[in-house]
């Protein structure tokens, strides 16, 4: 594989590696102005803060601190990636995985929310409505009394504990009954694991469907106004502060002006300033009403880039690097309010203490429990904690594989799909990895099952692939799928999910609850790809949990692209022979040269070379800002491919946009019109109308999308955009991603010299701190045991 030199066309005579440099070295420094698609905890959550681009908003709150708070927001180095918490601050940047990507970074909408944890329900005949709501209400104060039960209880492992351990639980049992824990709580190991139930609870009757948030009422939000006057802060505030505090917004923000951090464009600083100019001397950094906020918002922070909890010293060490004098203490008073949720995760076998004789009975009880202390919001703690009970309802039930399902298997297209259809056949629960060519294996699956007289339904992440696929956000919806039974769960008898590892886990809680008993559930997915939107790693979680059947895909990629990608996936940059020009390198050596050269690819060099239109050549870039971000090419892209003044609010009719209704969904589609309701776009063959309040916040130009929001989706030819700002954001997982996007060609404009082999051999994905991989091996282990 060689390079292109010219610079008068993009389709080289000879393909070429992504290792081929440059003639000139770009900057390999990423642009501290560059913003990214930031969605969330690294792969797809974090929102880019309203009026960020414009300096509107929220960045006009005082910002310097003073006795108040730290001067600066600080990095904040921990386990959160590689120099930074998962709860510190984060450069925009969109990052190789978790949330930093998956949705449009102007969409600040979460997941899909998820129903409550599985509770028992009776069986019951047909309700009317009101009486299911009546039951429902009683099955949900049935579960709030049972949990807070298990907090308030004693924990049963605990009698067998000593020396430390023992010292940690007394403290753990001390925050629970409302007094304060000794000093040593967080500083020395951690206690004593919270107990998992012995068998997960059956499924209760899906919620009611959730009312629409209320309308702040003119005189609260005038009341917020004020308060916001009186503390310098910007009074376009005040609507969302209505919106998000209630009607006692004005009072709250007075009695703890830290409140206002729940704004998501907010920073600590802001904040900071903000109080001092209420409060005066009494704002200082140790104030309990800042500490207390900052470790929500800090927990909030974390799920955004993906983490369903922290441990405690990594939130000490990013309470302290926000100015918190002592932050052990200021954790303990979070805990004890009750405002955030303590978890003890065991980590390996008991450790014999320090005896004589180890083979002792005594030195066995005397052994100590290793464990970590894990801080989360109850949120992400109950959707993890549901979730975990319906993946063990699921994958507890049996089945009886019958002759029609072998003889199905026995038919199947490819001896990795025999192999699926086998293991769904006796279990409820199974997952499948592999690449692009291996989607087809479930396709197969589902066709089978629908032959034996299943009722069957095939969700994806994003829309298209055929008449009987849904999207999950639409199956959820009840907009897409079979709908729901009397009882609120979804009528079929297996559910096959792609793109699993795109489910967050409140999204996955809802899905998984809404399962019926006696049903069969298929988690499939590439587990290469960036992880999902929302907090947490469902599918890498259920994978290492190893708790049911998995089943891994023979079927490789085909050609030169598919080698290429499969090499990327195991850490290696390989020189592929690509005869058909699959692969092209085009080195670049600027920013400026780098949007110059990928519109002429899309515009011109493509479509010429392998006769595919413009508009099915879509362009992957690392992050929305910068100087070749997709605001930039989509910029240069639109005057190319479509000018026009943008009247429709900055678009023209014929405009290729992506719509981000939430965050991780990027869905895109074509301006058509514009009108009093909003902005008329056409998805998928359907036309939908967006909102004129929210075309600024759920839409943007998309000829160039980051690989976050491409996931799911594939196009006949991709063009990656390596400009050398963006070397500090390139992973193995995102360039897996991106160049794996293209299923004919595949174009690298790149500027970033020797950055593009390293992030592939030596950057893997960021982790995440969940609980979902411990709770399911807790569960199947409390299972396995007689009685």
Known sequence: MSTDPQADTAAAENPATPEAEPSAAAEAEADPAADTDRTGPDGSGTAEPAGAEDGAGPAAVHGEAGEGGPGAEPPVSGRGGEGESPAGPETETETGSG?????????????????????????????????????????????IARRKAEREAPVAAGAKLSGKAAD???????????????????????????????????????????????????????????????????????????????????????????????????????????????????????????????????????????????????????????????????????????????FHEPLGPPVAGPSENAADAEDAEDAEQPVRVLVGLEGAAMAEESLADGLARLAAGTFDASEDWERAAGSAPSPSASELIRAVAGHGLVTHTGGEAARAEPVALAAAARELGLRVCLAAHAPGGGPDRVTVAGLLSGAEGPGRDTDGQFALDLLVVLDAPQLDVETAAALVESVPDGARLVLSGDPGVLGSAGAGRVFADVLAARTCPQLVSRTPDPGPLGELVSGVGIGELNQVDAPGKEVVIVPVKDAGEAVHRAVQLVAESVPRAFGIPADSVQVITPGHGGSAGTRALNAALKERLNPGPGRFGGFDPGDRVVHVPSAGRALPARVVSADAEGLHLERAGARIVVAKELVESQVRHGWAVTAHQAVGTRWPAVVVVLPGDAAQALSRDWVYTAFGRGERHLSVVHGVDQALPHAVAEVPAKPRTTRLTGLLTALATAGAQPG
């Open 99 to 143: 949330a930093e990507g998956g949705a449009d970074a102007d969409a600040g909408a979460g997941p899909e929310g998820t129903a409550e944890p599985a509770a028992e329900a009776p069986a019951t005949p047909a309700l009317s409505e009101a009486q299911a709501e009546l039951a429902a209400q009683r099955i949900e104060r049935e579960r």
């Open 168 to 342: 940690l639980l007394a403290a753990v049992r001390a925050v629970e009954g409302g007094t304060k824990p000794s000093s040593v709580y967080f500083d020395d190991a951690p206690a004593t694991p919270r107990k998992a139930p012995v068998a997960p609870p059956a499924p209760r009757p899906a919620a009611p469907a959730a009312v629409a948030a209320s309308v702040p009422s003119a005189d609260t939000v005038e009341g917020v106004r004020a308060v916001l006057a009186r503390g310098g802060a910007p009074e376009a505030l005040a609507g969302p502060a209505a919106a998000a505090l209630g009607e006692d917004a004005a009072g709250q923000l007075t009695e703890n002006p830290w409140r206002l951090l729940s704004l998501p464009a907010v920073r600590p600083t802001q904040a900071d300033g903000f109080a001092r100019a209420l409060l005066g001397a009494e704002a200082g950094p140790g104030d309990e009403r800042r500490t207390t906020v900052l470790v929500g918002w800090l927990l909030a922070q974390a799920g955004l880039k993906g983490h369903t909890a922290l441990e405690a010293p990594v939130l000490e060490k990013a309470l302290a690097q926000y100015g918190v004098p002592d932050p052990a203490e200021a954790l303990e008073l979070a805990i004890a309010e009750g405002s955030v949720l303590v």
